[in-house]
């Protein structure tokens, strides 16, 4: 079996955490990882080699290597993002403008095209009202491209940066025998819960937060309304669609961002749910206005279709199998309760 060279960015991150245990359980992966902090030890002993640091002075390491894959997972999420703005501008664009500059180089230089995958968010969108939000229903991925975040424009702008690059570079595609451009596959991912790990820096991040503190029994204020309503997906599932979409064809793939959707729910579902499986739970809602306008700027739901009809993109939890076979069980282990 020839083995695979990839790279992912933002290893110690959730995504990346959960990406690392997949690839090493699958096999046939080297697996180069890269992040400011030193790898945890839950995946330590997956990786082959750690580049720890900041990715836009680190990546000139990485043109010496062969890689196959590159899962860009490295940013600075939405609420963060929206504190430090200028430095979120440089983790997000900078750095990933300086690894899809190596990906095109590696890919014309070799005659190999480098696979990037890119995990956008919902934060792409931008729905200008409530009403607009309420109304527009499960949103398709060319409505609503206005976001209202640092974070939803750095994922917007990188999505065309990766079209650019994999298509347009140095307006190539013209000449005769255009060069091998890189392939630039992206995802716009909903909420993520694991879990496993809790994530730090997003504005969905009610979501996981409100489930965790339940858990342990500790009280927790919602910073959303209880009638805050977007889409939520399972760590299993996210890991589950990079994956699903680099094994693709690349002729099956009729665009270059894909919607990926599994459940919406309010923030108020989500404390019933809490409730239901840990009735001690103490959850209040305590909005903190500049939270509650990213996550109202966000759409209800999002429109798949695309991505089940590409690459046969199918969620294995729904709203009650997540609760039921996936969150619940794994948490009780966790936490004892
Ligand atoms: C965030 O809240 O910033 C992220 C996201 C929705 O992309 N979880």
Redesign the pocket.
Known sequence: MTVKQVLITGACGEIGQALVQELAKRGGYEIVTSDLSPLPDSIKGLVSEHVQGDLVYKVKVFYDYDFDVIFHLAAS???KAEIATEEAHRINVEGTMQLLMLAAYRSEKYGKPVKFLFPS???AYGMPTLEAKQGAGAVIEEDWDYPHTM?GCNKLYCEKLGMYYSRYHGQKHLDDTPPTFMDFRAVR????ISAFTL?SG????YGPEMLHAAAQGKEYACFVRPDTKISFMAMPDAIKSLIMIMDAPRESLTTDVYNLAAFAITADEFRQRALQAFPDAKITFEPNLRRQGIVDSWPEDVDDTRARQDWNWKPDYDVDRFFDEYFLPEIRKRYGK
């Open positions: 999420l939405s609420s968010s919902i934060a974070y991912f909903p909420g993520l994530p997003g504005t969905s991040d």
